[in-house]
């Protein structure tokens, strides 16, 4: 069941088996094994199962005031101001797909330095998602309408997902 839905933070899913149905806006993608979905901020989007296997990933959500290093920090900042978007999906980064996997091994494993390495693993994510995967440069109007289409969108979808069994009259 695609459920659709938005929110403010950036959302990162690495595909671990099976594929996926990924839908953003008005775009469907298909993602397998190894591929990164990438959500922007305000996204309206959602994912289902596309086949037979079973569908497994690690999903990592950040959300605005995340504690990036100073140097990360502005252009942090900057994909929740909407001045750049990453693509929907990246396919088999073999850099991005070490850092994801090092930071779920780490949170797994829980280790005594799990908070300090799991940040600097986000770090590292983060900064090969801007050198590989910055899709384009946006106009501050055009996040301004996102965030903007999201926000009036959301009593709709909050509705529908709490009533989707439900007969619905619009």
């Known amino acids: 069941l695609y459920v659709p839905r938005w929110h403010e933070q950036f959302e990162l899913k690495l595909i671990l088996s099976g594929n996926a149905e990924v839908f953003c806006g008005t775009e469907m993608y298909v993602a397998g094994p190894g591929d990164v979905v990438l959500i922007n901020p305000y996204e309206v989007h959602g994912l289902r199962l596309h086949g037979e296997e079973e569908l497994r990933y690690y999903c990592l959500m950040l959300s605005p005031d995340f504690p990036f290093c100073p ?56 900064s090969l998602l801007l050198r590989h995967s910055v899709a384009e440069s946006a106009a501050p109007s055009e996040a301004s309408q996102l965030k ?19 007969e619905i009259f619009i």
């Not at 990246?90 to 829980?110: D, G, M, P, Q």
């Open 71 to 126: 140097s990360l920090a502005a252009r942090y900042s900057d994909l929740f101001e909407g001045k750049y978007f990453f693509c929907r999906v990246l396919s088999n980064c073999t850099e991005v797909n070490l850092a994801f996997n090092c930071l779920f091994t780490e949170l797994i494993e829980h280790s005594r330095e799990c908070e300090l390495q799991a940040e600097a693993y986000i770090a590292l994510l983060y």
């Open 148 to 166: 903007q289409h999201g926000e009036r969108i959301r009593p709709a979808l909050n509705y529908i997902y709490f009533h989707y069994t439900e």
